[in-house]
């Protein structure tokens, strides 16, 4: 059993950052997050591969460029950098863990343990 614990959400304006930090009680082989909006179905963001000490991340086309995951073992602690954040940003955003599908998909299917969530709001 992992427990995710998510931090650093908030309101910005565009063009903003923000970093959200997800507490582990342990690793899985891939952590990543999800954000869902009002609405909308719950959707891929990131994810980084932990066994090879965070040197493989991948990213949805939507955030690519402008958003970045990396993991701090020392702290069991993975990140979400998120920079020049757009109104479609907005969205609750999730921490997950799971096995090396979710690195390769992405997708709400491969996740075997979710956060509670963290609120982003991007106003224009």
């Known amino acids: 059993q992992v427990q995710l614990v998510e931090s650093g959400g908030g309101s910005v304006q565009t063009g903003g950052s923000l970093r959200l930090s997800c507490v582990a009680s342990?690793?899985?082989?891939?952590m990543g997050w999800f954000r869902q909006a009002p609405g909308k179905e719950r959707e891929g963001v990131a994810a980084?591969?932990?066994?090879?000490?965070?040197?493989?991340?991948f990213y949805d086309d939507s955030v690519n460029g402008r958003f970045s995951i990396s993991q701090d073992n020392a702290k069991n602690t993975v990140y979400l950098q998120m920079n020049s954040l757009k109104p479609e940003d907005t969205a609750m955003y999730y921490c997950?863990?799971?096995?090396?599908?979710?690195?390769?998909?992405?997708?709400?299917?491969?996740?075997?343990?979710w956060g509670q969530g963290t609120q982003v709001t991007v106003s224009s």
């Open positions: 980084i591969y932990t066994a090879d000490g965070g040197d493989s991340a």
């Open positions: 997950a863990a799971g096995d090396r599908f979710l690195c390769r998909d992405i997708a709400t299917s491969t996740v075997r343990y």
């Open positions: 342990g690793y899985d082989e891939c």
